[in-house]
C-alpha cells in the first residue's frame, strides 16, 4: 500500500521532472544560435571601476509603435576594461528574418551608467565578430 508522504513525493518528483524533460525537448540545441563580437570604446582601451558590468541586449525593434522585444541578453560581471568580449544567445525561432534589430550595451558601476550605445544589425540567424563602439550617455538638460 502506497503511504500517503510517499505518493506525495513520487507526484512533487513528477511535476518537477515533466516540464523539465519538456523545456528540454522544446530547446534544443538546434533552436538557440548566438550573436558573438566586442565591446569596445571609441577612443581605444579603457579601465572600469572595480565591479563594472557590461550588459549586451539583442532586440527586435520592427514594430515603431510598441516596445522593443528582448531576444536575448548577457551581462558580463566584474569587467576590468574594455574591449569586452560577448555572447549573446537567443531562440531562434524568435528572430524575424527582414526585421530590424539592435544590440543595447549598457555598461555600469553600482547602478550609474557610465557608457552606452545602440547598433543597428542586420542578422538571419547567427553573427560573428560583431564590434559595438559605446560613449558616455548624452548629458540630460
Known amino acids: 500500500m502506497w503511504k500517503p508522504a510517499l505518493l506525495l513525493s513520487v507526484s512533487a518528483l513528477v511535476v518537477m521532472t515533466v516540464p523539465a524533460l519538456l523545456l528540454t525537448v522544446v530547446f534544443a540545441d538546434s533552436d538557440v544560435d548566438s550573436i558573438t563580437g566586442t565591446v569596445r570604446y571609441l577612443d581605444g582601451d579603457v579601465d572600469l571601476p572595480v565591479g563594472a558590468c557590461v550588459e549586451v541586449v539583442l532586440v527586435d525593434v520592427s514594430d515603431e509603435d510598441s516596445l522593443a522585444i528582448a531576444l536575448g541578453r548577457q551581462v558580463i560581471e566584474g569587467a576590468n576594461t574594455l574591449p569586452v568580449e560577448f555572447n549573446v544567445t537567443y531562440r531562434s525561432?524568435?528572430?524575424?528574418?527582414?526585421?530590424?534589430?539592435?544590440?543595447?550595451?549598457a555598461v555600469r558601476h553600482e547602478g550609474e551608467l557610465l557608457y552606452t550605445t545602440a547598433s543597428d544589425i542586420e542578422l538571419e540567424r547567427s553573427a560573428s565578430d560583431i564590434e559595438v563602439s559605446v560613449t558616455p550617455p548624452l548629458a540630460m538638460p
Do not use: F, I, M, N
Open 93 to 105: 525561432d524568435r528572430l524575424t528574418p527582414g526585421a530590424a534589430h539592435e544590440l543595447w550595451v
